[in-house]
Antibody, heavy 116, light 112 residues
Framework: QVQLKESGPGLMQPSETLSLTCTVS????????VGWVRQPLGKGLVWMGT???????NYNSAVQSRLSISRDTSKSQVFLKMNSLQPEDTGTYYC??????????WGQGTLVTVSS | DIVMTQAPLSVSVTPGESASISCRSS???????????VYWYLQKPGKSPQLLIY???NLASGVPDRFSGSGSETDFTLKISRVEAEDVGIYYC?????????FGAGTKLELK
């Protein structure tokens, strides 16, 4: 079945670069897009960016200058890198399959705390 | 950016009764292909969001038919018939018409 799982460091310091990995199973990255959605603590959902089946990417302009999404199709992994972290980047980061039906499958999420 | 505005912020429902949640977009979500790119998600306490409705009125796989979506180009409604305890959580509408893809602030559903 379709599964996604995020992994990465839980605690980061301001100005550092965040690296997260989304490992997927049950579907191919060359046939489906994967998006990243952030949820600040106790708040709503914010789409950050998507890597599409063909490998192209789209980013939210709010984070575009700091964000990079890439993938390794041989390992069924999607990567998020975001630099110049600030405390307001604290939250739960989800990866989700981004297809015609929307974000139909989500990972469990990984909490990232940015604090000195 | 397209702003998604949900109402109410919270709703309290007696089990077995119906509930409706509204969502309004700042721009028409009707594409020239005839598809309306509005989606509904439910985030149960402590869990990841789950898709309920896609493209305004299509029930996602595995979702009970107590859930239904409807609307126009800018005004949308999620209806839950015969609310059950498992329906508790925060409901979000979202749009996938254009970048940046945006979500509403959420509507919290509680049981009376």
């Amino acid at each position: 079945q379709v599964q996604l799982k995020e992994s990465g460091p839980g605690l980061m310091q301001p100005s550092e670069t965040l690296s997260l990995t989304c490992t997927v199973s049950g579907f191919s990255l060359t046939s489906n897009g994967v998006g990243w959605v952030r949820q600040p603590l106790g708040k709503g959902l914010v789409w950050m960016g998507t890597i599409w089946a063909g490998g192209s990417t789209n980013y939210n302009s709010a984070v575009q200058s700091r964000l990079s999404i890439s993938r390794d199709t041989s390992k069924s992994q999607v990567f998020l890198k975001m630099n110049s972290l600030q405390p307001e980047d604290t939250g739960t980061y989800y990866c989700a399959r981004h297809a015609r039906e929307g974000f139909a499958y989500w990972g469990q999420g990984t909490l990232v705390t940015v604090s000195s | 950016d397209i702003v998604m505005t949900q109402a109410p912020l919270s709703v309290s429902v007696t089990p077995g009764e119906s509930a409706s949640i509204s969502c309004r977009s700042s721009k028409s979500l009707l594409h020239s292909n005839g598809i309306t790119y509005v989606y509904w998600y439910l985030q149960k306490p402590g869990k990841s969001p789950q898709l309920l409705i896609y493209r305004m009125s299509n029930l996602a796989s595995g979702v009970p038919d107590r859930f239904s979506g409807s609307g126009s180009e800018t005004d949308f409604t999620l209806k839950i018939s015969r609310v059950e305890a498992e329906d508790v959580g925060i409901y979000y509408c979202g749009q996938l018409l254009e970048n940046p893809y945006t979500f509403g602030a959420g509507t919290k559903l509680e049981l009376k």
